[in-house]
């Protein structure tokens, strides 16, 4: 069964420094995307930033960057310059090209920001 | 262009009485999926549908609920008799299957209290 690890339920940042967000994934496809979501207190699911798996230039998103490494099956997300409303619950999630089409979501990291 | 509309945003409702939750998809998206979550299990997929065809409800509690999608855009999650264990906020999405357009785009959510 494919599953999505986020080891640390939550973390916190000092407002204008890096963090990372970890991710793991076990997977025996070969082609799949992966995403990053945030989630905030309104509970919208906001898409962060995505990555596929064929491509190997990490994504990025303006102050967001990924770290992926397929054979490790790691998917780490960089927050760059944190900012007060970076502060929510973010979610990483994996999704198969061929087959079921639906996201497996990691239970998630609760993202404090400090002033 | 409108994103995918949930209603309602907040429902109370007795232990026993049927509860219907709304979705309207984005506009030319032929993929809608249904979600829950709660702080102990995380986001759970319930059911999905391709073209309102069911294509998966293995996460679904066939007992007391069920889906449909009677036309391309409306879908429904009934739970009839709720209970408690069912309060969480569920989440309706939709996608199209682009591989360059995914992922899926969630809506607002509707927080549901079962008392």
């Known amino acids: 069964a494919q599953t999505v690890t986020q080891s640390q339920p939550e973390m916190s940042v000092q407002e204008a420094e890096t963090v990372t967000l970890s991710c793991t994934y076990d997977t025996s496809e070969s082609d799949y995307y992966l995403f990053w979501y945030k989630q905030p207190p309104s509970r919208q699911m906001i898409l962060v930033i995505r990555?596929?798996?064929?491509?190997?230039q990490n994504a990025t998103e303006n102050r967001f960057s990924v770290n992926f490494q397929k054979a490790a099956k790691s998917f780490s997300l960089k927050i760059s310059d944190s900012q007060l409303g970076d502060a929510a619950m973010y979610f990483c999630?994996?999704?198969?090209?061929?087959?079921?089409?639906?996201?497996?979501f990691g239970q998630g990291t609760r993202l404090t920001i400090n002033p | 262009d409108a994103g995918v509309i949930q209603s309602p945003r907040h429902e109370v409702t007795e232990m026993g009485q049927e509860v219907t939750l709304r979705c309207k998809p984005i506009s030319g998206h032929d993929y809608l999926f249904w979600y829950r979550q709660t702080m102990m299990q995380g986001l759970e997929l319930l059911v999905y549908f391709n073209n309102k065809a069911v294509m998966d409800d293995s996460g679904m509690p066939k007992d007391r609920f069920s889906a449909k999608m009677p036309n391309a855009s409306f879908s429904t999650l009934k739970i009839q008799p709720s209970e408690p264990r069912d309060s969480a906020v569920y989440f309706c999405a939709s996608s199209t299957f682009d591989r360059g357009n995914q992922p899926q785009h969630f809506g607002d959510g509707t927080r549901l209290s079962i008392l």
């Open positions: 990555q596929e798996a064929y491509k190997q």
């Open positions: 999630a994996w999704w198969v090209i061929q087959g079921a089409q639906k996201l497996v």
